[in-house]
């Protein structure tokens, strides 16, 4: 038990002392996104280019280069970073403190491994003609993709479903709908709810289309310093064959020293259309919730308010909401920024690159906490029903629409003089003018069928 408590204090140390939440009271949310965002993670990517591209160059054949790798050679490459640990990642920020360059720090490392597999002879191919960038803007993609794959899209399928589901189940629930805030025509609320799965869908495909776009071509991006060594080589087959089949990113050609990150502020902007489709869902759940549409589960134990022992208040919503809004803006400064760049490179994109995982951190507990909040929720029929029935002046756009259908003379006017008083508008007044009327009975038994709980169109 002593083991279980040290890491339950090691723990809470860490949340009490952590500077961002997202690493700190969040960090059981947060923590699947480490070895794709944090520093660890991004040194493994960039040992992984390294090594993936020495394969590749040997497999070339290219005169000075030592003989051709053989599977058990190459399967002992790779194992330096399929075995990657945190004792190689502290080893290459202990070689950073003297090259005061973190890429050249991994090529160290690496030809350092190099010579404990007995690999020496290939020492000066790593790295051959790149520059840092070649590293950092294949690295950089290639994590943000497996992230989004293993981390972020999962969640925020999830909460499709979720969606889908309650719009199935809610199907044939009517429901008072409001505009401006006010009355109006009767809907199904597992529609409403489906109109965010279709919102969501939309956007998400939208988001399957985009490249992870990866730069691969040397310190100006023409593989200079390949072309003067093997000027009889495909530089350019071979950037495209590696980049895009090896790694599995969308190389772009031509660029400066680094990707141009347009494809990158794409998706970022994708992220914000549904992260803002979220917000709309926060804030309409939270206010059927204040209409008494939906109660929520209760948790023994659990406190709503510090003095009011009988609030159970809407908090995964307004939690979502405020994550959300700080990703959205996060991913605003990163779409707006890294597509800028003065002349063929500066370095305003390094230091703003390892935020990546910052909104995206944020998304996971917006997404986790969303998820929570809608398992919480029980439909209150009786609350939706009493205010169909206490408005039943909505049904006035259903009498004149089929009124005018029958050439009767100015509806619109009979019913705005019958409902816009300051008295209140039931059954009995709208059955009253129904009756009132100088039409065919068979007209008078139709207007007379119709109630806002059916009034809901298609």
């Not at 051959?128 to 989004?148: R, V, Y």
């Not at 495909?234 to 990707?259: A, C, M, Y």
Request: charged share 20%; hydrophobic share 40%.
């Amino acid at each position: 038990m002593s083991g279980e408590s040290d890491n339950f204090a090691t723990m809470l140390l860490n949340e009490l002392t952590a500077i961002s939440p997202v690493d700190g009271r969040y960090r059981g949310k947060t923590q699947n996104l480490a070895p794709f965002f944090s520093e660890f993670g991004l040194i493994k990517y960039r040992v992984q280019v390294e090594i993936e591209y020495l394969i590749v160059l040997n497999s070339l054949k290219l005169n000075g280069f030592a003989e051709l790798l053989s599977s058990a050679q190459i399967e002992a490459l790779r194992q330096i970073y399929l075995q990657f640990t945190e004792a190689d990642a502290m080893e290459i920020k202990t070689i950073e403190k003297t090259t005061n360059h973190d890429v050249k720090a991994v090529e160290y490392f690496i030809k350092k491994k190099l010579d404990g597999i007995e690999l020496n002879a290939i020492k000066e191919w790593v790295h051959f003609g790149l520059t840092s960038q070649d590293i950092n803007n294949t690295a950089i993609p290639l994590s943000l993709k497996e992230a989004l794959q293993k981390a972020v899209l999962p969640e925020l399928q999830a909460i499709i479903q979720k969606l889908e589901g309650l719009s199935i189940e809610y199907r044939d629930i009517p429901m008072l709908a409001r505009t401006h805030g006010q009355a109006a025509s009767p809907t199904k609320l597992g529609k409403e709810i489906m109109v965010y799965v279709s919102r969501l869908k939309v956007q998400y495909a939208q988001m399957l289309t985009i490249p992870f776009s990866a730069k691969f071509g040397g310190a100006t991006g023409n593989f200079n310093a390949h072309v003067v060594a093997y000027p009889e080589q495909d530089w350019q087959g071979f950037g495209n064959d590696f980049v895009n089949k090896i790694l599995g990113l969308s190389r772009s050609f031509p660029t400066t020293q680094i990707e141009h990150y347009d494809n990158l502020a794409a998706l970022f902007d994708v992220f914000k259309r549904i992260n803002t489709i979220l917000i709309d869902l926060s804030r309409d759940v939270w206010q059927y919730i204040s209409m008494d549409y939906f109660k929520q589960k209760l948790k023994e134990g659990e406190i709503g308010s510090s003095a009011m022992p009988h609030k159970v208040n809407p908090i995964d919503f307004e939690n979502a909401e405020g994550n959300l809004g700080i990703a959205n803006a996060i991913f605003d400064h990163l779409s707006a920024k890294l597509p800028i760049s003065r002349l063929q490179r500066d370095l305003t994109d390094s230091t703003v690159l390892r935020n990546i995982g910052v909104p995206y951190a944020h998304c996971l507990i917006a997404y986790s906490s969303l998820l929570k909040g809608l398992d919480k929720l029980i439909l209150n029929n009786e609350a939706i029903a009493r205010d169909l029935d206490n408005n039943w002046a909505v049904v006035a756009e259903a009498i004149q629409t089929v009124l005018r259908s029958i050439a009767y003379p100015n509806p619109y006017e009979a019913l705005k003089n019958l409902t816009r008083t300051n008295t209140h508008i039931g059954e009995k007044e709208i059955k009253e003018f129904i009756h009132s009327l100088n039409v065919a009975d068979d007209i008078k038994a139709r207007l007379d069928n119709i109630s806002p709980s059916n009034y809901t169109g298609l």
